[in-house]
T-cell receptor
């Protein structure tokens, strides 16, 4: 079985631009969460979606938005990029118990 | 004060040693505890998941939870160079199928020397 897949793996954007990150959960998992991991720190919760509805939002500005599609895949959008948005963005897929992470998308804002 | 505290290390041990990794937390509502291993520039890999006090063993790994002290540990027996990675503790007040907002420690960097 495929694990959690994220795309792209790396990208470089300029300040002020917009970016869309994509995530496909493990087959059968209906919950997807997004995390931001800055170098040297633990992941910070951004959003959770379950059955296409937002279940929770972390302490991130409105420039961050997300959605979940009928096939349970998800997109994270970040507008008006800042240098401080440079990080590893992780998607987590969960079933009944544990949550499994993808390999992440490394975003660099220059 | 952070909700989850974890010593960042680095922790350097010889191959074959027993490793002890620890986290403390302040929120008594946390009931679900996880340990993840993260290699450089990769996503976290789930090692252990537990939702009760006491010990849980899986191969060379043992997770220990002491809710009365708000303290969790991960023990690695017979450590190998391939165990060299950053270890993250994570916890939540709800089961992941319901709401998986996890609170992570900052990670402990482990180096196992051959």
């Amino acid at each position: 079985d495929a694990g959690v897949t994220q795309s792209p793996t790396h990208l470089i954007k300029t300040r002020g631009q917009q970016v869309t990150l994509r995530c496909s959960p493990i087959s059968g998992h209906k919950s997807v969460s997004w995390y931001q991991q800055v170098l040297g720190q633990g992941p910070q919760f951004i959003f959770q979606y379950y059955e296409k509805e937002e279940r929770g939002r972390g302490n991130f500005p409105d420039r961050f938005s997300a959605r979940q599609f009928p096939n349970y895949s998800s997109e994270l959008n970040v507008n008006a990029l800042l240098l401080g948005d440079s990080a590893l963005y992780l998607c987590a897929s969960s079933g009944l118990t544990e949550a499994f992470f993808g390999q992440g998308t490394r975003l660099t804002v220059v | 004060q952070k909700e989850v505290e974890q010593d960042p290390g680095p922790l350097s041990v010889p191959e074959g040693a027993i490793v002890s990794l620890n986290c403390t937390y302040s929120n008594s509502a946390f009931q679900y505890f996880m340990w993840y291993r993260q290699y450089s520039r990769k996503g976290p890999e789930l090692l252990m998941y537990t939702y009760s006090s006491g010990n849980k063993e899986d191969g060379r790994f043992t997770a220990q939870v002491d809710k009365s002290s708000k303290y969790i540990s991960l023990f690695i027996r017979d450590s190998q160079p391939s165990d060299s990675a950053t270890y993250l503790c994570a916890m939540s007040d709800q089961p992941s199928y319901n709401f998986n907002k996890f609170y992570f420690g900052s990670g402990t960097k482990l180096n196992v020397k051959p």
